[in-house]
């Protein structure tokens, strides 16, 4: 079963549309962005909610095995860190990284009892680069790092691998908001000259649903945009 937390838009519904379109096992979920199709595979979850987490959780636990987790669900905020509202600061912590947490704190027990789990977190190129008005975000992002390590550690004798993908920048997802002429500016800065395809996260996500020797690890997304 593939559960793609945050999948009504962007990267997650790609990924919860190419799923679905082979025929696997997936569930999506959304908050507040309800989703037009396939509704009946789809559940409301709000990850900054505990009582949500676990009656989501509850609810499909039935339906659960052989499970991959991928947590594409998150926001941003952009402000200079001096002039930052520390309420909107720290609500993105709470949906990319506490949320995420109670996210897999309430699916790894069933994982352990089956021995069998993959957790793929989405992190970010901007936690790598140290971009301007992005303190939330990055430190969202490269906290999810340390967490993949430790819980891997925890969890590998049980068939349980937890990795991060860092993306760079895609042609999906939050790069639809950022103006045109910018956008022309990102492109100029990545050496193969183009966006990523979410074709190219599919097949990334894949590699680590296929490869148990993978875990506690970050691999990059981002045709060298920083090395």
Known sequence: MIIINGASRGIGKFLFESYFGKNEQVIGT???TKPKDNLDFFENLDVTNQNSVSTFVKKITPKLNDITLINCAGITYNSYAHKAEIDKWTKVIDVNLIGVFRLIHSILPIMREQGFGRIINFSSVVAQRGTPGASAYASSKSALWGLARSLAVENASKGITINSLNLGYFDIGMIEEVPEDYRSTIIETIPNKR????????NSIE?????????????????????
Request: glycine share 6%.
């Open 207 to 227: 590699y680590l649903r296929n490869n148990s020797y993978v875990n506690g690890t970050s691999i990059n997304i981002n045709a060298a945009l920083y090395d």
């Open 195 to 202: 966006f990523g395809h979410p074709s190219e996260i599919l």
């Open 30 to 32: 959304y908050n507040s």
